[in-house]
C-alpha cells in the first residue's frame, strides 16, 4: 500500500485478522456483527505506522460510547499537562483555546478558569449533549478547513488548538491539519497528544492497534505531517497515560520560538530503538501473549475459578478478539460508563456490567483489559473491600497480581 502521509510504499508489520470495530458494542448477543481487516504497516520513508483499511468516520464516530472516564489518573494528567504549558508559554490567560474532538469537555472545563476562552468541537451527537450539560460549549461536527473559516468568522482565530487523542482516528489527518493552519494565530500553539509509537512497539501494547487509531503516529511522521501544512515541531512531552503518551507542541513555521532540545534527543531514541528488530519482537510478542493468556484464561476456568475483565475498553476487544476469548469463559466485563453498562462487547459478546453489581459477586480473577487505570482500579477495587479478587495483567507480558 502507499503510505497517507508521503505517498511512499509501506510495509505490513503485524496482521491481527479481521475484527469488529472496538467500540461497536451491541444491544443484542443476536445482532450482525461486521468483521473488518486490523493490518499494520510502516512507511520507511517518514516513520509512520498507519493501519491498512480504514472505516468510514461518520459510522465510527456519530454515535460514539467512549466517554473519558473520570479518573484520578486523568485529572492529575490535566494538571501537569496544563502546568507545562503555562510553564513553556504555550498557554497563559489570553489564550483562546479550541480543543478538537473534547469528547464530554473534561480538559477545557480544567482550563476554563486560567484562560480567555474555551471552544470544543466533537462528532459524536451523544457525547456533545454531556458537554454541554457540563456547560462546555461545543460544535457538533468533524473538523475541516470550511468548519475553521465559519469559527474563524464568528470569533476569530485561536491561540492555543488541542488534539487530544483524537488526530490518528482519522483516515486522512490533512483534513484536521487544514482546518488548524486556517483558525490558528499567527504565535499560536498547536498542541497534539496520542499514544506514542514507541511505547506501543515497546510495550508490546498490540491492543492499541483496532479500527479508529488508524495512525500510530512518531517524531518523524509528525513532523512530516506538520511540514506539509506550514507547522513545525517545537516541543515534546512524554506522560504516562494511555500506556505511554507523547505531547507534540507545533508553531507556524514563520513564528519566531526556538526547537527545544527535547525534540531532537526524543527522536534519537526513536531512530535507536524503532527499528526492523523492534517490530520483529513485536510480531512474536504479541503471539506469545495471545498463548500465553489463552492457557491462563482456560485452564483457570478448567479448574472452576470465575473471571470477569475490568474496563469495556477499545483495547480490551482488540485483546479478547484476537486471543479468541468470549463468553464462555469470561461472562461479565466490569465498566464505570453508564452508556456501556447492559451492552455487550462486540464478537466476544461479554456483558457489561457496572463496578457496583461485581461487588455482589466478585469473581476470582479480573482480566485487566484496562490495564493502562491498573493501580487506580486496583486500589478501588480494594478500597470497596473486595479483597478477593486477583488480577491478570495482559501487557507488557501476562502475569497475575
Ligand atoms: P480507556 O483506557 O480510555 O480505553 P480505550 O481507549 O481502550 O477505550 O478506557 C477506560 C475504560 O475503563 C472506560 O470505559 C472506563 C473504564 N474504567 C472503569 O470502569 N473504572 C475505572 O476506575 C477506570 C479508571 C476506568
Not at 459478546?349 to 480473577?365: K, M, Q, R
Request: aromatic letters at 10%.
Amino acid at each position: 500500500m502507499s503510505c497517507r502521509i508521503c505517498s511512499m510504499d509501506t510495509r505490513v508489520v503485524l496482521d491481527l485478522g479481521s475484527m469488529p470495530p472496538a467500540n461497536s458494542l451491541v444491544s443484542s448477543t443476536m445482532q450482525r456483527q461486521n468483521n473488518f481487516p486490523l493490518v499494520l504497516e510502516y512507511c520507511e520513508s517518514c516513520g509512520s505506522i498507519q493501519l491498512q483499511d480504514c472505516l468510514d468516520s461518520e459510522d465510527l464516530y456519530r454515535n460514539y460510547l467512549y466517554v473519558t472516564p473520570n479518573s484520578a489518573m486523568l485529572r492529575k494528567h490535566y494538571e501537569y499537562l496544563s502546568a507545562y504549558l503555562v510553564s513553556r508559554g504555550y498557554m497563559s490567560s489570553r489564550s483562546r483555546v479550541f480543543e478538537i474532538g473534547s469528547n464530554a469537555g473534561y480538559f477545557l472545563k480544567h482550563i476554563q478558569a486560567n484562560v480567555k476562552s474555551i471552544l470544543g468541537v466533537d462528532p459524536a451527537v451523544n457525547i456533545c449533549e454531556i458537554a454541554r450539560s457540563e456547560a462546555v460549549e461545543t460544535i457538533c461536527d468533524f473538523f475541516d478547513r470550511p468548519l475553521a473559516m465559519r469559527i474563524k468568522a464568528d470569533r476569530g482565530q485561536q491561540d492555543l488548538i488541542v488534539a487530544r487523542h483524537c488526530l490518528a482516528h482519522n483516515c486522512d489527518p490533512n483534513v484536521v491539519l487544514d482546518g488548524v493552519q486556517e483558525l490558528l494565530s499567527d504565535s499560536g500553539f498547536f498542541v497534539v497528544e496520542n499514544a506514542y509509537a514507541l511505547n506501543t512497539i515497546e510495550n508490546n501494547e498490540f491492543d492499541q492497534i483496532y479500527h479508529e487509531h488508524m495512525f500510530y503516529f512518531t517524531i518523524r511522521s509528525m513532523k512530516a505531517l506538520l511540514a506539509k501544512h506550514g507547522l513545525k515541531l517545537v516541543d515534546v512531552l512524554m506522560s504516562l497515560v494511555h500506556g505511554g503518551s507523547i505531547v507534540f507542541v507545533a508553531n507556524r513555521e514563520m513564528s519566531s520560538p526556538a526547537v527545544c532540545d527535547s525534540v531532537e534527543q526524543y527522536q534519537l531514541r526513536e531512530q535507536m530503538f524503532l527499528t526492523e528488530d523492534a517490530f520483529h519482537r513485536f510480531a512474536t510478542n504479541t503471539s506469545e501473549i495471545r498463548r500465553a493468556l489463552k492457557t491462563l484464561v482456560e485452564d483457570l476456568s478448567h479448574s472452576g475459578k470465575s473471571i470477569y475483565t475490568y474496563g469495556a475498553t477499545a483495547k480490551g476487544n482488540t485483546l479478547l478478539n484476537y486471543v479468541g476469548l468470549d463468553r464462555r469463559t469470561i461472562p461479565y466485563c466490569v465498566d464505570s460508563t453508564k452508556i456501556k453498562q447492559g451492552k455487550f462487547l462486540p464478537k466476544s459478546n461479554i456483558e457489561v456490567i457496572s463496578e457496583e453489581s461485581a461487588l455482589g459477586s466478585p469473581p476470582d480473577y479480573f482480566l485487566l483489559t484496562a490495564w493502562n487505570y491498573k493501580d487506580e482500579i486496583i486500589t478501588k477495587v480494594r478500597t470497596a473491600g473486595n479483597y478477593h479478587s486477583k488480577f491478570i495483567v495482559p501487557i507488557p507480558f501476562v502475569h497475575v497480581v
